[in-house]
Structure formats: C-alpha cells, structure tokens
C-alpha cells in the first residue's frame, strides 16, 4: 500500500454556521470543492466513502445527490475516525483497479439544524445500552471524563496539563482565518469556565459547529499529473477494542497504541519522523493520550509534555495546526478535517500557520468514546 | 432456541426481581460482564449465572454537572468488581464530590438499577 495512492484534491464547507443547509448538501459542497482542487468534476468520480450518524444508507444518498454510479462504496461508521478509516478499503479498490477516483466527504448541520434532541431519543430507543443509559451519562463527554479523571489518578496529570492542549489549539486556530474560535484563551480561562463533567470545563470540549470536508483519493501515477502537490499514503493502520467506555480495558491506554504501530510499520517511519500532527481532540484528554499511544512521548508523561508550548505555534512539536476540534471545527464528527490539514501542511498552503518545511504528517482518528482509533502517515513525493 | 430469552433479557429480569447475577464461562472460568451469548476471552458458549460477592472498587469516577432546576449534580463510576468485570454505575449515600478512585464500595439494587454504597 506504501505511496501507492495520493490525496489530489481537498475542500471545506459550511465550515461554523451553516443555516438552512441539509447535510447532504453541505457534502455536496464540500465535494465539489475538493475537486475543483483536483482538477475535476463528479464527472471523474467512479468511487464514494462518506459515514453519517443521521443518514440513513448515505453511500446511497451521496451518490444518488450528485448522480453518480459508484463501482465502489464505502459507507462504514466507525464514528469520527471513518473518515481515515475510508482510505484502507478506498485504496485497496484503487490499487485492485475497481475505480480510479475515489470520493470521500462529510457533512454536518449540527450546530444550526433542527431536531437534535429528538433524534437523541430516537437513537437511544433504536440502540438501547441498558448497561450504561440507567445512569445518564452525558456522552460524549462523561466518557471523556471518565478517562481523565483515572489517568490523573493514575499518573498524576494536572487539569492545567489538559488546559495548555487547549490554549495551544486556540494558539494555532488564532492563525487560521478558518477557525471559529480565535477569541485569546488562557490555562486560567479554560479552568474556570463552566464544568461539563469533571474535571473536564466546557473549554475541554470540542466545539460544536457545522461544516462538511472533502477529498480526492487517486492512485500515485494519477495523481503526479493533476494541478497540486500529491500527499501520498505512506501507512494506514485501525484497531477498536471497545464500544462503550464501561468495556475499555484500562482507560488510560487506546487502541492508538496498535493503529499508530501498524501505520508507522507500514511506513517504514517512527514519530521522529513526524513533522506535523493532527489528532483528533474531541477534548484534551484525547490529544495527551494519542501523543502517548502513538509513541511521542511514554505513557504517564503527556501532561508534563505538553506543558511550556511544546505542541503550540514556536513550539518543537507542531499538533493540530488548523485549531483542531477544540478550536478550528468540530460538526458532530471531525475525521475528515484532520486529513485536510495534513494535506495542506504538506502542500505548504497553511499560511501563517505553515509548519516549515513539512514532509511527513500524521492524522490520527477517534470515534466513539476512545474506541475505533485510526492512524494514517502522509507524505510528500521526497518521502517516498 | 433455550433458553427462552437471551442473557440480556435475562440479567434485566432478575434485577427486576431483585437479583444481581453476571456470567461465568464454564470452560475458562472467568467471569462476565456485561451478559453475552460468547465468551468474550475464550469464545466459549456456556456462561452460568452467579450471584457476585457484591464488593468493588471504584475504578474512575466524573461528576455530571446539572443546574439545580434540572434535578442538580450526579456522580458517575466504574466500578471493578472483586470477580475482576467492570461495569458503569453510580455511588450512593455520599456527595459525588467524595467518591474517590480507588474507594471500597458493595452493590445494592436501587430504583431497579445496580448502585454502589461505600463498603
């Protein structure tokens, strides 16, 4: 699989507040505009991956939106890592010459639309988890809480810790004229704002914004001859281990550990050859775990880490340039997004957010509470 | 098809009725939760009923944050128990902010519900 497929085209839409838009559509955007990046049109796509929490077979709806006939799709819902989850089977179907492009977007109205607490009742009466809804957990973040709370027991992480993943967010997203948070933000700030879940406040948390992403996979030799600079696929890798938080086996640990290991195997590459990060920061305590399960740093050690701006703008480690979930955009699921700032970290069009001279970045997806964890390693052409 | 229900249909019964059981695999002989039709360690398909000893520990623990109108503050665990299963509940009797990891604490049934009480 290694450099054998390339990113050739990425887009955004309706990214912050997208009134009066249908999910649909807003990936409907968000597609033409990363073919337009591409060089291309719906009339070159032969192959679609999108997941949705609310559309009911949306493979079927994308296609039947932007009236394509697939010869491949994908639709499967890990949560908001499937969006990287789609580059596996997306690649084994371009190498296996069933389709030459491959489609992937996403689309959310969850900020502005209507009807999110009813569709919470319909959901929890279609999916009963009678083990966990008696004692109403506010999911995600009790969850997320859950984690936190055992992993600052465990090895003595500090709310403050967890706080500077998010005032580094906002730090990055304050260079990204596409962010929705870019108001400053402080250690003492994201402390005393409102507590969610503790010790998670609601500046742990992930926004909740619309916006839809797209991107164009083609194969390497394919993509060498289209208008931008390829990002190429140098190593996929996804594990789950659990569904419900009550199942993870030691909450502290995810299955990151397993996904970032097969990615960076397939690679031929370890962290010290990352030049960027984007991981997926539904709240902080995802990034400390993630930098720790994909080797950044040992296990215990992410809070001390992080401390001293060292994943901010000037600091060594550059993570979640664009502003990540926590600052940039967060519609419902954020998988997508991740990849598109690592393509344009590698294209270098990231602007005053530019990590310099970056040729290997690596996208990390969450879905659910900590379970599907997917890790994906791009590159540009002096990587492979 | 027998039993005539499946073990989730089955644990939620003897709640309702007042009982607390989880599963045992007859062939690798540890202990289950939540109830499945397979072990989930061994793959075996035989998983009896057994009564836990009810003692645990408090494995993590959150505070559900609420306004006062909406019913106020509630406390959020998972609790390991002695038989080495874990499962999400609740403590009882004390302030959520004093439920502590790492804190002793036995089973009751509440409300039809499992909940904790400190040991």
Partial sequence: MRGSVAIAGVGLAGCGEAPGWTEIEIAAQAARNALADAGMTTRDVDGLAIASTNIFMSGLALAEHLGIRPKFTESSMVGGSSFLGHLIPATLALNAGLCDVVLVAYGSNQRTGVGRAQAGKIKAALDPQPFEQPYKPFNPPTAYALAASRHMHQYGTKREQLAEIAVAARQWAQMNPEAFARKPLSVEDVLKSRMVCDPLTVRDCCLVTDGGGAYVLVRAERAKHLPKKPAYLLGAGAAHWHRQISSMPDLTVTAATESGQRAFDMAGLGPEDVDVLELYDAFTINTLLFLEDLGFCNKGEGGAFVCGGRIAPGGKLPVNTNGGGLSCVHPGMYGIFLLIEAVRQLRGEAGARQVKDAQVALAHGNGGVLSSQITALLGTEATL | ?119
């Fill in chain 2, 1 to 119: 098809m027998s039993p005539p229900s499946g073990p989730e249909k089955q644990y939620l019964d003897k709640l309702a009725a007042g009982r607390f059981e989880i599963q045992r695999c007859a062939a690798c002989g540890r202990h289950v939760f939540y109830p499945r039709v397979l072990c989930p360690h061994c793959g075996g398909d035989r998983l009896d009923w057994v009564a836990p000893s009810g003692r645990g520990t408090v494995y993590s623990t959150t505070i559900v944050r609420r306004k006062p109108a909406d019913g106020g503050d509630y406390n959020i665990v998972l609790v390991d128990l002695a038989e080495g299963v874990r499962l999400m509940s609740r403590v009882a009797g004390i302030a959520p902010e004093q439920v502590k990891i790492g804190m002793p604490v036995s089973a009751c049934i509440a409300d039809g519900m499992v909940e904790f009480v400190p040991a």
